[in-house]
Structure formats: structure tokens, C-alpha cells
């Protein structure tokens, strides 16, 4: 079965200091994977995905997330934080069944809540 | 550029009431989806639409009911609320209905059921 975990539900960092989220997932089929913020009173905005090419893959706002298939995971990085990242992340996997790639089931990761302090 | 539009942001409703959440995107998507997202929870897919055309159950639609009015359109209605539906209900779209393809999120409405 499918399933994403996020292994922190708060991660609290200072201003200019690096941002760690850790995503593991499981799927029995190649997976897509996929990073989404949502700031407050607003939709998710996707920042990255991952679709079996590089396996570093570089999203807006300096954010990147590295594919590890050994270790089933696709952690979320960013080299300095800053007051505007501040909000809630979403990993999301998505893995595709058969042929043809329609007929997939997408999970969303139950989020990590990042606070940046001055 | 307004990509996903919803309406209302805000309501509140009695149990027993109904209302219809609306939707909208000017991105010529085909695929539209419906989500609500309770905390703790993260975001569970309540239908979605492929293709104009057509509709499909997610993973919780009791309870719900959707139409795919166009290409651009795609509402969901709520026929008697409970106070367990009192969530955030986010629609998306995308290109197409591909395991590959992101999504484009609306705002959100923000339903109370008293």
C-alpha cells in the first residue's frame, strides 16, 4: 500500500539557518513525489517534483529535495531560511498503476508546520 | 492571472441545510478535483473530473455530490449538511489526470455546520 510520512509535525528554525522536512514514503510502483507549501488562509502551491529524471531536484524559493530510493525518502532542504518561508509543507507521493499513467492514487503527507524566528 | 477561483470563502450553515461550493480555473485544464482538509489530517480527495464530461468518487464522498458543468466549472454540493463536514474544501486542476501532473490549488472555502 501507498503511504507518505512526515516525520515532523513542527520544525522551528532562526532566520538565515538551514531548513531540514523530512518526507519517507512507500510504494510498490515508481512514484512521483512532490513538495507543496501553503501559507496561511491560502491553497497549496507546489514547490518541486520529482518524476524519475534527476534525482536532486531544484523548486522555487531556493528549496530543493534530494530522491533516495535506498532509503525511501525525498527530504525537503533549503540553505538559509528566511521570515517568508514560514508555513505549512506538504510531501506528497503519487505512483502510478499499469500503463498509460491515469490510473494513479495520490497521498498527501499529513504536513509539517515551519516557523522562522527573527 | 487567476488560475483556480472559489467561491464563497466563508459559510456557515445549520445541519440539514445544503449549499453548493463553486469552482473555477482559466488554465484549460481538463482534470478537476475537490479536496477537504481537517487538521492533523492532511488533504483527502472527496471526487474528481477527469475530463469534461465525467466524474469519479474519491476517497470520502459520502455525502457529496459534484458536477462538472464545463471545462472551466466544477462544483460541489452539499444536499443536507452534517457538523462532520465542516472542513477547508479546496478544488484543483491540472493538465491532465496523470500521475505526473502537479496541481493548481484555489484558496479555499472555510465551511462551518452547526
Known amino acids: 500500500a501507498q503511504s507518505v510520512t512526515q516525520l515532523d509535525s513542527h520544525v522551528s528554525v532562526s532566520e538565515g539557518t538551514p531548513v531540514l522536512l523530512r518526507c519517507n514514503y512507500s510504494?510498490?510502483?515508481?512514484?512521483?513525489l512532490f513538495w507543496y507549501v501553503q501559507h496561511p488562509n491560502k491553497g497549496l502551491q507546489l514547490l518541486l517534483k520529482y518524476t524519475s529524471a534527476a534525482t536532486l531536484v531544484k523548486g522555487i524559493n531556493g528549496f530543493e529535495a534530494e530522491f533516495k530510493k535506498s532509503e525511501t525518502s525525498f527530504h525537503l532542504t533549503k540553505p538559509s531560511a528566511h521570515m517568508s518561508d514560514a508555513a505549512e509543507y506538504f510531501c506528497?507521493?503519487?505512483?502510478?498503476?499499469?500503463?498509460?499513467?491515469?490510473?494513479?492514487?495520490?497521498?498527501f503527507g499529513k504536513g509539517t508546520l515551519l516557523t522562522v524566528n527573527p | 492571472n487567476a488560475g483556480v477561483t472559489q467561491t464563497p470563502k466563508f459559510q456557515v450553515l445549520k445541519t440539514g441545510q445544503s449549499m453548493t461550493l463553486q469552482c473555477a480555473q482559466d488554465m484549460n485544464h481538463n482534470s478537476m478535483y475537490w479536496y477537504r482538509q481537517d487538521p492533523g489530517m492532511g488533504l483527502r480527495l472527496i471526487y474528481y473530473?477527469?475530463?469534461?464530461?465525467?466524474?469519479d468518487k474519491g476517497e470520502v464522498p459520502n455525502g457529496y455530490n459534484v458536477s462538472r458543468l464545463n471545462k472551466r466549472e466544477f462544483s460541489l454540493r452539499l444536499e443536507s449538511a452534517a457538523p462532520s463536514q465542516t472542513s477547508v474544501y479546496f478544488c484543483?486542476?491540472?493538465?491532465?489526470?496523470?500521475?505526473?501532473?502537479?496541481?493548481?490549488f484555489g484558496n479555499g472555502t472555510r465551511l462551518t455546520v452547526t
Open positions: 510504494s510498490s510502483y515508481s512514484p512521483s
Open positions: 473530473s477527469a475530463s469534461e464530461g465525467t466524474t
Open positions: 484543483a486542476s491540472s493538465g491532465d489526470r496523470a500521475y505526473n501532473s502537479p496541481l493548481h
Open positions: 506528497v507521493v503519487s505512483d502510478r498503476r499499469g500503463s498509460g499513467g491515469s490510473n494513479y492514487k495520490l497521498t
